[in-house]
């Protein structure tokens, strides 16, 4: 480990680290723009130019190894005068906009400006006009502002794995964009906003509606799929205005989705914001009251048998113990949270993404069965990536075919590949064997079918088989969809002693076995075989489950409750409110609670407390926040052969996924454009 002075402190850096990170490490901050440290070094801007004893004139520092007895200065008049020189250069083109500019506030152009740069200009030449570019709906550019770092390329090739951002020209000419005029396609595009260090790249949809410190920032956490990100809400008056990461090294570091990201107008588009009931045919709006009548008459003479309770995707946890506890009540076992049918229940381990996200860039081979991690969890497909690129990682995939960012071998469609693997007669079994720590991830796409629990057997067999399984490495994986899977089969939201799963309510209730059917924010169903039940409907958005309802009640968005989530790791997180419910919406486990005092089964908790603390009651584990409780390996799945049928993708349509997202006007541009887009290039129409 090389030891440097930096400003006449002596500090020792790992091997390899470079000065610029050694400054940082002595506490000394060093201007820049170029540098972050997650995408490789280009030494572009110039602006961390640091003096090194002997060397003949100013080093970039971001570019430069640190080597043993170095001697380092930051704040020198040489120094000093090399940053003025660089803002000073940069500021020649700049057009000085900041007072309409998106990025006023929160620019590091204009901060590092303040700090290091000239006070006032020597140029009064013609600045130098750039065209904005079309990189689709999301990203607005201005690229008059471009300082020419290449963060945002660097990000797209590297980290998003999609070559559709480059430059073009040398000197000052040249300019940043894409090779054909065309939507940048990755999932993660939205990321290079935030890496934008001036005002070139900006949120289109955000664009012009908001300055930043008019807003109030929450922290919460993402439920647009399974993996939990950390984002940021910004908030003015009662609106979500933006919606942006916060770090969180072991999920998504610092990066989110684009459909995190921008799908949060459908926050405010198809609400329900009062109670309605069905009458003489027509849902009309209602009080709470009549609401809770209408109910209690719907129920009335019913035994719990003629009682079923599906859980959607987006609930949280403390709606679903309440669930819970009202099914109980009514003595129904029909209860089931596995809304697309996956065959997952007890053992734990059996459900989990037990390796952690984070985990992955320790494998040195992954195997994917019926999954395209791209769609159904892109943070996870980038912390793939960014294990392939580290060198020494051979990943095989059965079914779902498609570009994933990385070089993938294909060894076959379905369950006979993987039966072949589970039994030793594949080729790629050697690549497993000979790893240290290979895992497999199982998508939930293969386990919804009628056969998922014979996919699932012969998954553990593989993963017993090629030492998948160790002591302190478990490499049996399941990658979830919904944000509330793992949180609802950790409460036990699975049907008990003679109930039914989500198929079998649906098929009773068309044969009017099952009379009543309460949808607590479940939308990806059939819902036309509701037709003749009872059906009480409990969510935010007036989507599918909304329409075959007998009686609605309005219930409270992510952002609009104090809930807890957990990820496909079996992480427990929390998030604060962000905003209110509108009209009369309310949490759902508070509608929950009052509907149970109304039919005559009240709840044993009146607080978020009280009802937090019985889920603890309920599932230990889910008390500790953000600590993954380790599962014991125990055997799961069924036995026998499993359909020949090949894998498909569970997601067809990665912009509408929920009803947040499919009431998102942004989310439908993205499909008209970019899937579109795609569509043309490939002959796909329709």
Known sequence: MPKLTINGQEVEVPAGATVFQACELAGFEVPHFCFHPRLNIAGNCRMCLVEIEKAPKPVASCAMPAAEGMVVHTNTPTVKKAQKGVL??????????????????????????????????????????????????????????????????????????IEELGATGRGEHMEIGTWVEAA?????????????????????????????????????????????????????????????????????????????????????????????????????PATWPEAFDAIRAGLDGLKGKQIAGIVGDQV?????????????????????????????????????????IAGIEQADAILLIGTFPRHEAPLVNARIRKRYRMGGLQVGRIGCPGDLTYPVTDLGAGPPTLAELAAGKHDFGAVLEAAERPMLILGTGALARDDGGRILGLARQVAERYGMVQEAWNGFNVLHRAASRVGGLDLGLVPGKGGKDVASILQAAAKGQVKAVYLLGADEIETEALADAFVIYQGSHGDRGAHVADVILPGAAYTEKPATWVNTEGRPQRSPAAAFPPGDAKEDWKILRALSA????????????????????????????????????????ASGAADETPFTAPITDYYRTCPISRASATMAACVEEIVGQAEKATGTHG
């Open 88 to 161: 000073e250069l940069l500021l020649i083109n700049h057009p000085l906009d900041c007072p309409i500019c998106d990025q006023g506030g929160e620019c590091d152009l204009q901060d590092l400006t303040l700090l290091y740069g000239p006070d006032s200009s020597r140029f009064a030449e013609n600045k130098r006009p750039v065209a904005d570019k079309y990189l689709g709906p999301l990203i607005s550019t201005h690229m008059t502002r471009c300082i020419h770092c290449t963060r945002c390329v660097r990000f797209i090739n590297e980290i998003a794995g």
């Open 184 to 284: 940048i396609t990755s999932e993660l595009s939205g990321n290079i906003i935030d890496l934008c260090p001036v005002g070139a790249l900006n949120s289109k949809p955000y664009e012009y509606t908001a300055r930043t410190w008019e807003l109030r920032k929450h922290e919460g956490i993402d439920v647009m799929d399974a993996v939990g990100s950390s984002i940021r809400i910004d908030t003015r008056g009662n609106e979500v205005m933006r919606i942006l990461p916060r770090l969180h090294e072991d999920v998504n570091e610092e990066w989110i989705a684009d459909k995190t990201r921008f799908a949060y107008d459908g926050l405010k588009r198809r609400r329900l914001d009062k109670p309605w009931v069905k009458k003489d045919g027509k849902l009309q």
């Open 316 to 356: 949280d946890l403390e709606a679903m113990v309440a669930f819970k506890d009202l099914m109980a009540a009514f003595e129904s076992p029909h209860v089931d949270c596995r809304q697309d049918g996956a065959k997952l229940a007890q053992p734990r381990a059996s459900y989990l993404f037990n390796t952690t």
């Open 598 to 637: 109304a039919l005559g089964h009240t709840l044993a908790y009146d607080t978020l407390a009280q009802v937090r603390a019985r889920i603890k009651e309920v599932a230990p584990h889910l008390a500790l926040m953000d600590r993954i409780e380790p599962a014991p390996w125990a055997a799961f799945g």
